[in-house]
């Protein structure tokens, strides 16, 4: 990207221009050596390369345009921000940086230190203003998953206006969907009144089909992962996966598509990127938000093969879909409710689909290992750990956990953590 | 307390004899030199010196002969858990223990480290079997206030029976409030179950007036710790408080307000338990459960007097009354709903009421200086502290903010920070 003629749209959105290309120079960097050194991606990845190298510049020349053009911009962290309703606003919804170590030293003159990486990071990226996502946004749209997140949005809020929507953390209550079904209304006035637009049946029903759409194409990728030999890395699939908030819905599906498209007929001629016999891992945890690419470089650098992320950023986002039982906007609302609540996020208590789900998973890609994911500090999947630790155990496979943060300070630890886990993988297998 | 004669009761609970046997020594050391070395007590806390000597003995023996007679005994840990419905089903609420170091190694080889000290310890004390409140509890009730506790009670359900209680964490929406509402309805609903008792509106009016007047005691003690002199020293009127959470009700309502004659005498003799111009301090922070003693001694060792804690164990229990506007059973649940949404707990988002009550206090007491008090890897009072600290310096006065666990290996250091505050605030007396 050339970034200097992106300098007046960045200035007028209040970047710190200086700041913000040491950023760029950073990701450009680091994107580079982890993406570019792959050997044998599919042709089809030069999109998404390119919307990496244009994620700063292009796509926000597009939010802008579309801002002129009187749309709104929603920001949002978390896959329990509903997306239907800001598309059926006729609002574009945004996932906001959250990923980098790069703005965690400016959080941390405010925050505690013992807070997660992810949450530093957002509220760093908001303070030193190198996230031009956070600087388009009309409104970000937090919620009530996290201790960690819940009191960080109410400072957010001081620098950006923050609505938080309540979550229930039993999911399976009558009176947990009925409230969160409110909370959905509330949510929905709240958009109605930031854009002017009335939230329709009809716009509702066009919008829950356009992000159905998404989640099936990012399921076929996912599903395509799954054969023998796998024909795309995990490092590109979790790529494409935390590109998907931010690109254009549209687009994005249609070029994940086409990207399936090539993958099939690699699994048709047995074209596969992994070495023979490469331990096959399941990653299951927190959400990796972009630049966050640190296990899977380390366990596919290893000779690893990273088939599926039990994760929000992942598996958790497009596994089901919105099923309205009718017509009315109720009907629409009460399909969202019933999605959402099968989003089986470490919030929920307890989270018996998770542990369903990570069995089903390992069945259907038939991993030999899973790794186990958690952000320091984050109380939610750290515990949570204990009862997927158990479930792994009783399939039979072997299970490391790893908690870090977003520094490279601890990669050779890991590295070598992850190093010795194939090594058992391996040895099982002879 | 003789401790053998309790020997055949607690073997009878499954306690490890030898391993509580080493809980008891220490306590009874410990509060020993925190308590009995302090200087002209008030006679009346006689009582209470002999509750906490007995408090696995004799309240224990209580309780068990409740239970043969048929009373079921409900284990809790928060101020949400709504006591008053307990009672209403002839059961009898009890805090369990959570309040020292000396469960969380058992603790640690089971959940992360980077969790509280609260949760490691509560856990602990459950897989150690050395508190017999746990032991005597026929059911636990969680709540959904904080997400290591929250994801814990999973853990804890797999030893006890633990029910969770949801709580909305917007406190001021109506959906919130409806919601909490079919909370109490689904929790009333439980204790039925358990009791084989059915909560009428005569049981829960009686319960509801057995309870305030409990709060009333607690804050008449309160009331008078603000005379100066104070007629009571900090860690006095914590550990009274602390016992609220064990002791029989009525009993202790009555103790506490003979406690309260005497010191009203105290007050208009003049007589007073702080040296001239002590400090006059706010602690404003997380519950301290017995025997978390630590910064009320460590501060009080020093020469301040502490005369307030805004804290769940402290002003959040007693300030406000459960107040019905009606007779019927939904009257009264919705009045607990109302007085149980005004308790400022740091899990609500925005938590305003909270910022507002400090300043009250700050005021009533007339106080020099307040401790935020926060356990290490709390996120919600960790978090809240930067608004909490905004608003003490609005009010002009210094704010010293304590992260700690529960052991005493940061007791120097403590010391040594508390020593320059208490220096601050007397130089700006002079």
């Known amino acids: 990207m050339m970034a200097e003629k992106y300098y007046p749209m960045w200035k007028t959105l209040g970047i710190d221009i200086e700041k913000h290309n040491q950023l760029l120079n950073i990701l450009t960097q680091y994107y580079t050596s982890v993406y570019l050194s792959q050997k044998n991606r599919p042709k089809k990845m030069d999109y998404f390369d390119f919307v990496v190298s244009e994620i700063h510049g292009l796509r926000i020349q597009e939010l802008e345009e579309s801002r002129r053009a009187g749309k709104k911009v929603v920001g949002a962290f978390c896959l329990y921000a509903p997306e239907e309703l800001a598309y059926a606003a006729d609002a574009t919804m945004v996932g906001l940086c959250g990923g980098a170590d790069f703005s965690i030293p400016d959080a941390d003159a405010v925050l505690p230190r013992t807070l997660c990486p992810l949450i530093k990071s957002f509220y760093g990226f908001r303070l030193n203003r190198t996230c031009p996502y956070f600087q388009s946004s009309d409104l970000v749209v937090g919620e009530t998953t996290c201790d960690g997140k819940k009191k960080v949005y109410e400072l957010l809020n001081e620098l950006i206006p923050t609505y938080v929507l309540e979550i229930p953390h039993k999911p399976d209550t009558k009176q947990g969907k009925d409230f969160w079904f ?148 109720d009907d629409l609302l009460w399909a969202i409710v019933e999605k959402y609540s099968k989003i089986p996020c470490a919030c929920f208590t307890p989270n018996d689909a998770r542990i369903e789900r990570v069995t089903e998973l390992a069945k259907q890609f038939n991993v030999e290992g899973v790794i186990y994911y958690t952000l320091q500090n984050c109380h939610d999947y750290n515990v949570e750990a204990i009862k997927v630790d158990r479930t792994v155990k009783v399939l039979g496979l072997p299970m490391l956990k790893i908690e870090t943060d977003y520094a490279m300070g601890d990669s050779e630890q890991i590295k070598t953590r992850v190093e010795a886990f194939l090594e058992i993988i391996r040895e099982k297998k002879q």
Chains 1, 2 share one sequence.
């Open 182 to 329: 409110k909370e959905l209304e509330a949510f929905k006035a709240e958009l109605e009144k930031l854009t002017g637009n009335k939230i329709t049946a009809d716009k509702l029903k066009a919008s829950i089909e356009l992000v159905n759409n998404k989640r099936k194409a990012l399921k076929r990728l996912s599903d395509l992962r799954a054969k023998s030999p796998t024909p795309i890395s995990g490092l590109d699939a979790l790529l494409i996966m935390q590109i998907s908030f931010n690109d254009d819905v549209k687009r994005f599906t249609a070029k994940v598509n086409e990207l399936c498209d090539e993958l099939e007929e690699r699994v048709s001629k047995g074209e596969g990127v992994a070495i023979k016999d490469a331990p096959k891992l399941m990653i299951s945890g927190c959400p990796m938000a972009i630049p966050n690419w640190k296990l899977h470089s380390i366990a596919e650098n290893l000779g690893a093969s990273v088939l599926v992320e039990e994760s929000c950023v992942g598996t958790r986002y497009f596994t089901d879909l919105v099923e309205p039982k009718g017509e009315s906007v």
